[in-house]
């Protein structure tokens, strides 16, 4: 039997004896530990058999220090179904309990539609009615334009009716499209009947119709304004009586038990009999693309694309403008249209990416079709806010695979009021409560970030919730907060729903905020929305808690208002420029000061002061300003204490132009405006660079190979250290790809991959067989002359300096890096990701009170020591022994540096609260004296 399957039989003999009960126990799960003393096989081969099992979902993995395993299929067994993840990761046992299995999934499949919570709110509820309505559902006539989605609904109208009981598991969805036989009534009506042999000539066997076929099911009959009067009469005569007879038969009548859903595009009365429309009660209109609203057509776009990013196995990124086009232009197809579009654009965005060999697909305005960016000048400064409104500030990112949404869980531990008291029992007097606000929604963020948990929060109740937040405060106020401002709120709802009325009343001081009448208002529509949408109650205690912090959040955005100054030399630049930019984005709040070129600083300086104080409510100003000589007019101009100035250099068109858009239509502050200004500038910077490039035609035609033998670990942060070297030693042009394998996999693949290339070399922890192409091995890296060697190949010189210093940079990383890698396997508990700011801390200080710049030797020692000896101490294993004689060597000859390494030891100890005793702390002592005998004979170290 080979090794894994050995493992692998040992964990499933051990998840056979689990009970259901058994998954609340934090400890349940067989750890690598567990199994190498079972099977005397070294633990870091047990731990690689378990991961590679993990990666086949042949086990369940347990995240924590240890990390556990179960075997999936005895786990499917055990809890009556398989279960529903990509990656079979769950941070605890007890999460299994709650996973959604295979056999047992009865979610709401309405909630799976875009616009469930919008636009096709009200029309899922006639469906709804339509499928429950006894005994068997109401036939149903479903209208609207070509490509709203009419089969997608019916077929989602069926599988609701499977969840609620009203058709049977096994029973059918068929699908007919009336206008494939239109030119044939005789056969169209054999396909939905049935036909006897003999019926007509060619009938040469008994054949069941879809009528048949489609029994305890659903018959979705769609273009059915293409059948013909003789069928309408036989179809509603069926709907009557339940019964039929094949083409030919004329005594034995049969039945049937279908419910029937038509689709059309045209006007019912034009095309279908009165007599059969009478027979279908239940009529729905699905609204268009146009009428489903901006913000719904954002998100069918991000669905449409990650589809996309599923099968191109790609990241998809859109330019803002892009994504602006394909929001406005008006798709005549709708939602057909819109997807074929999208797809077009992304196969030619695609095509790109290939040739230029990037690692994710950029779709930009100049890869549309000519049709779509034509419409734009035609669009209405009405549809341009609105869509400017909701449009992410930057580009957006469509992944492969969206983070799994697990099933529905407390979120108890964000609630707003319990955090307002906890901060009010904290606080000596008063709190500020649109602070306040602003943390709170700083810990949400945090924890969808830290804690792994966005899917927790953000689940689909949650989001549906948010949506409508956000849109009743865009409708009230006009304003676009940021996304975790939503949730934050969403999240406070759900709270309130959650704590089944044992919540504390929380009423904030009278003296402390004065509601706005707007204000309340708004929290009362609401309130009224979410009673009647999502049947959560809110009382009057609740209703003041959300005006309040409706409140806090527009009085915040009124109280930080933002102007635009821009600054520049020339008879009309700046006003011509502010003009413009006012113009473009129907606004007033850029203004442009012309200087004169004898103009000196500090007479402009006396203008701007004119030009600010003619406006004294301005919370924040941004000035553009063009030469480096006016960049410290923030300190030169009289602030009051309720103003900011930040000056920018650059006059760019475009950087202005985002600048304003965003103070517009988003809800960023003058901070986080400055702080994308820096980025614009960047990304210009980089454009411009690339640009050089292509005029000077420089290619991407050399690449670097980093390999290693298992994993990509080693592979991938090869990649980066030497990527980061290469940029910081102005070299652009060469490609590094990462590759893992074996010797001859790794051979066989760069001899593949590098027909078109000029290999410069390959770098990494295993040498290819058949290598033709200069060789750096890790060690090599590690010491430095590989560096030198690799700079030589490029035939790149460099100042001795500057070269110096970039190699020590990339060596340290690269040390660094392994330093982790090495120590995590030695750990059994501890993270040493987590622990490694504290490990470098420490060296840092011991360097710097030793007056010693440690070796890439001495800093893995001492890196991988101290983290084994943190977990000894934590989790009490036995510490290392020393003898008397060595004690006693401690406390007098090496009393002093044994001082000096308490000194670097202590802030570690107060942040974990432990004590690293002597015994420890000899050993740490022989690992520097072993690189610095000398250290003992200095004056600092002596008695």
Not at 559 to 577: C, D, K, P, W, Y
Request: proline fraction near 3%; charged fraction near 25%; aromatic fraction near 8%.
């Amino acid at each position: 039997m080979k090794r894994i399957n050995k493992i692998h039989t040992l964990v499933k003999e051990y998840t056979k004896n689990i009970q259901r009960s058994d998954l609340s126990d934090k400890k349940v799960g067989i750890t690598s530990v567990d199994l190498a003393e079972q099977t005397d096989i070294l633990r870091n081969n047990v731990s690689q058999d378990l991961n590679q099992l993990h990666r086949e979902l042949k086990l369940i993995k347990i995240k924590g220090k240890p990390v556990r395993y179960l075997d999936a299929e005895q786990i499917a067994v055990l809890l009556g179904g398989k279960i529903q993840s990509k990656d079979l990761l769950f941070q605890s046992a007890a999460e299994l309990l709650e996973a959604p299995v295979q056999a047992n999934d009865q979610g709401d499949p309405f909630r799976s539609l875009i616009g469930a919570a919008g636009s096709l709110s009200p029309i899922i509820q006639s469906a709804k009615a339509s499928i429950l309505y006894p005994p068997f559902g109401l036939h149903t006539l479903l209208l609207g334009e070509s490509g709203t989605g009419k089969s997608l609904f019916a077929e989602v109208m069926y599988h609701y009716g499977q969840t609620e009981g009203v058709f049977k598991e096994d029973s059918a969805f068929i699908r007919f499209n009336c206008a494939d036989y239109a030119t044939n009534p005789q056969f169209l009506m054999s396909m939905l009947f049935g036909t006897r042999k003999g019926a007509y000539t060619g009938a040469d066997e008994e054949r069941a119709g879809l009528i048949e076929a489609a029994d305890g099911g659903v018959l979705f009959l769609d273009e059915i304004h293409r059948l013909p009067p003789e069928g309408q009469e036989m179809l509603f005569h069926f709907m009557d009586q339940h019964t039929y007879r094949r083409m030919g038969e004329t005594t034995n009548e049969r039945t049937s038990k279908v419910l029937i859903i038509g689709a059309t595009t045209e006007t019912v009365s034009n095309h279908l009999l009165t007599t059969f429309l009478r027979r279908i009660p239940a009529t729905i209109w699905l609204p268009n693309l146009e009428e489903r609203g901006a913000k719904e057509r954002l998100e069918l776009l991000e669905f449409y694309s990650r589809q996309e990013a599923e099968k191109l196995h790609s990241p998809v990124e859109f330019s803002r403008n892009a994504l602006f086009l394909l929001s406005c232009y008006p798709a005549k197809g709708n939602l057909g249209q819109l997807r074929s579009d999208l797809q077009l654009t992304i196969a030619r965005a695609y095509l790109e990416t290939r040739q230029n060999n990037s690692s994710r697909v950029h779709v930009t305005s100049k890869m549309l079709p000519t049709y779509i960016v034509q419409r734009k000048e035609a669009l209405s400064q009405e549809k341009r806010n609105l869509v400017e409104k909701l449009l992410p500030t930057d580009k957006l990112v469509i992944y492969p695979t969206p983070k799994e949404k697990p099933s529905d869980q407390l979120v108890i531990e964000h609630d707003f009021v319990n955090y307002y008291l906890n901060q009010l029992l904290t606080s000596k007097g008063s709190v500020d409560l649109e602070q306040l606000f602003h943390e709170y929604t700083l810990e949400i963020s945090k924890n969808t970030l830290y804690e792994d948990s966005y899917s927790v929060l953000f689940d689909p109740l949650t989001q549906e919730i948010s949506a409508v937040l956000a849109e009743l405060l865009v409708e009230e106020y006009k304003l676009n907060f940021e996304e975790n401002i939503y949730l934050s709120l969403a999240l406070f709802i759900r709270n309130i729903q959650q704590s089944n009325g044992k919540r504390v009343n929380t009423v904030f001081p009278e003296d402390e905020i004065h509601l706005s009448d707007q204000a309340v208002k708004t929290a009362k529509k609401m309130v009224e929305i979410i009673e009647k949408r999502f049947n959560i109650v809110c009382d009057t205690n609740e209703l003041t808690v959300l005006a309040t912090i409706i409140h806090t959040l527009i009085e915040g955005r009124q109280n930080q208002e933002i102007r635009f100054l821009v600054v520049a030399h020339g008879e009309a630049t700046a006003t011509s420029l502010a003009n413009t930019i006012n113009h473009l984005l129907n606004t007033d709040i850029v203004l442009g000061l012309d200087m004169p070129l004898t103009m000196s600083p500090t007479e402009t300086v006396v203008e701007i002061e004119k030009v600010v104080k003619s406006f004294p409510s301005t919370h924040s100003w941004i000035l553009f300003v063009d030469m480096g000589s006016l960049i410290q007019l923030d300190k030169q101009i009289k602030q009051s204490e309720d103003q900011n100035f930040y000056v920018m250099e650059t006059t760019d068109i475009l950087i202005i132009l985002e600048s304003v858009r965003k103070v517009l239509f988003t809800s960023r502050t003058a901070e986080h405006i400055v702080a994308d200004i820096a980025k614009m500038s960047e990304l210009q910077n980089d454009k411009l660079q690339r640009k050089i490039k292509e005029y000077l035609s420089i290619r991407m035609n050399r690449v670097i190979y980093t390999v290693c033998s298992s994993g990509e670990g080693v592979a991938l942060f090869l990649e980066k250290i030497i990527g980061d070297f290469l940029r910081e030693n102005h070299i652009y042009d060469v490609q590094i790809i990462p590759l893992n394998g074996t010797q001859q996999e790794v051979g066989q693949l760069i001899r593949s991959t590098s027909q078109d290339k000029e290999v410069v070399s390959v770098i990494g922890s295993i040498e290819p067989k058949n290598l033709t192409s200069p060789f750096l091995s890790l060690n090599d890296i590690l010491m430095g002359q590989g560096l030198n060697q690799l700079l030589y190949l490029l035939g790149e010189e460099r100042a001795p300096a500057q070269k110096e210093h970039s190699i020590e940079k990339a060596t340290q990383s690269l040390v660094l890096q392994l330093c982790q890698e090495t120590l995590d396997k030695y750990l059994m508990y501890l993270s040493a990701n987590k622990i490694t700011p504290m490990l470098m801390h420490f060296i840092e200080e011991l360097e710097k009170q030793l007056e010693e710049n440690f070796s890439n030797n001495l800093l893995t020692k001492l890196f991988i020591h101290t983290g084994c000896l943190l977990e000894r101490i934590l989790f009490k294993e036995q510490p290392l022994a020393i003898t008397p004689e060595d004690e006693d060597w401690v406390k007098t000859q090496g009393r002093a540096l044994d001082v000096l390494l308490q000194e670097a030891l202590k802030p570690m100890e107060d942040l974990l609260q432990l004590s690293v005793n002597l015994q420890e702390r000899y050993y740490l002592i022989q690992l520097l004296l072993e690189k610095f005998p000398h250290l003992v004979a200095k004056n600092v170290l002596t008695d």
